[in-house]
């Protein structure tokens, strides 16, 4: 099946060949005739899929064909996603078929100066890309009007759920009209997702293109076990050995990644962190160098997991493994995209075999491991086995350290009983009792 044959207009033909897209992906086949027809939509789809352009293609269209002649337009379309990076990303798709129809599309996410943004609504967009909270912001502010929605879109719903966005899409829903056109995507398909399209869609066609919860087939895994605290010099070896030029990795926490950079620079190896604690305008500049090449490691917590389009990374690495079993299948999908090949290599300790097992389990496969004799999964500590052969060479009963010989200042310092001290029995009558001396050494003066 080509484009063509999804009753896409020549101007959108155009973009989607300049994007060097020449047929459609499973999900673009089934979902686009979908949202042409009018229906409500529940599509699951593996990470790297082309999700984005199967709702934003046939949105495009539609909305283009009753444009406002209005100079200041109301939004008609609703794209609510979980981070920033993957509202940039998906603003960015927007605005490049939008502008061939003479459509606007904006961004809206936490982070960045919000009077910004408050002027781009004021001129006027059709089609908003937002993240719940700072969308919120703008709807209280009474800077965004919502009563003109025509299409909302979740994109990567069950990201939002994990995130604890639930009540900030309930509180969104409120400020838009009943008649809408509601669009569900997620990279998984989980009992929550199903309970959330209860609640929205009205009657939805569902769409499910690949099995639940896999990972994409062009990803190569490998489970690499080592001693924790052996994890970063296996990394850099890994990277030196393989000569590799584009790295994610990917840590538990932001003191984890901000430490395994500093530990990389170290080695000699450019690299840079991105996480929450940056600010947008670093997190931007961090993912265009990353990019463009000038940086060889991009460490990153898992708000980078799902978002983050980089063309052809041939490698990601888990320094540690993710807590949810989910997030593991989004962050190895930031590789193997769009038909390419990749590589995901995870760095196990003994500690996370219970996470490697949970993954295993959704994965429904065991990861093939490898291992690198330098590297042992459990180190051996220095002198541990020296200190037990000295100990059955000895004596069983431990040695007893000789005593130490009191001084003679020692015995001196003991005090000397006195009779004066002992008779004070009596002292409850006021009898008996001897009375003090005077004197210079009696006296406290």
Request: glycine share 6%; net charge positive.
């Amino acid at each position: 099946m080509s484009f063509e044959s999804l009753g896409l207009c020549d101007e959108l033909l155009t973009a989607v060949a300049a994007r060097g897209y020449a047929n459609p992906t499973p999900i673009q086949t089934q979902a686009i005739p979908v949202v042409f027809e009018g229906n409500d939509l529940l599509a699951g789809a593996q990470t790297g899929t082309g999700k984005t352009a199967a709702f934003a293609l046939p949105i495009v269209q539609i909305l283009s064909e009753t444009v406002l002649p209005r100079k200041r337009r109301s939004p008609r379309a609703l794209v609510l996603v979980p981070t920033r990076e993957l509202a940039a990303q998906v603003s960015e798709q927007m605005q490049g078929y939008a502008r061939r129809l003479s459509l606007r599309s904006t961004m809206i996410y936490g982070g960045v100066n919000i009077q910004a943004q408050i002027e781009r609504l004021h001129r006027g967009v059709d089609i908003v890309v937002a993240t719940p909270g700072r969308l919120l912001d703008h709807a209280d502010r009474n800077t965004i009007n919502l009563s003109k929605i025509e299409f909302l879109v979740l994109d990567e719903a069950d990201r939002m759920l994990d995130l604890g966005f639930i009540d900030d899409i309930m509180h969104v829903v409120e400020y838009l009209p009943s008649q809408r056109q509601n669009l569900l995507f997620s990279a998984t398909y989980s009992q929550s997702i199903k309970q959330l399209a209860d609640e929205l869609l009205d009657e939805p066609q569902q769409v499910e293109v690949a099995r639940r919860n896999i990972a994409a087939d062009a990803v190569t895994q490998t489970i690499y076990p080592v001693d924790r605290t052996r994890k970063r010099e296996m990394l850099s070896h890994l990277i030196r050995k393989g000569d590799w030029n584009q790295v994610l990795v990917f840590a538990r926490t932001r003191y984890g990644a901000d430490k395994l950079t500093a530990e990389l620079l170290f080695d000699g190896i450019k690299a840079a962190p991105i996480h929450s604690n940056k600010s947008q305008s670093i997190r931007t500049r961090t993912l265009a160098e990353f990019k463009r090449g000038e940086l060889r490691v991009l460490v990153a917590t898992d708000v980078a997991a799902r978002g983050l389009d980089i063309e052809r990374l041939p490698h990601v690495v888990n320094y540690d493994l993710p807590q949810v079993p989910e997030d593991y299948v989004h962050r190895i999908g930031r590789t193997g995209r769009a038909g390419e090949k990749g590589v995901a290599i995870s760095l196990v300790c003994p500690a996370e075999q219970p996470l490697l097992f949970a993954i295993e389990k959704l994965l429904q496969y065991a990861i093939p491991q490898q291992t690198v004799a330098e590297f042992p999964q459990i180190a051996i500590k220095r002198g541990v086995k020296a200190k037990a052969t000295k100990k059955s060479k000895g004596s069983s009963k431990p040695k007893k350290r000789p005593a130490k010989k009191k001084t003679p200042e020692k015995k001196s310092a003991k005090p000397v009983k006195t009779a004066a001290p002992a008779k004070t029995t009596n002292s409850r009558r006021g009898r008996g009792t001897p009375a003090p001396k005077t004197g210079r050494r009696g006296s406290r003066s």
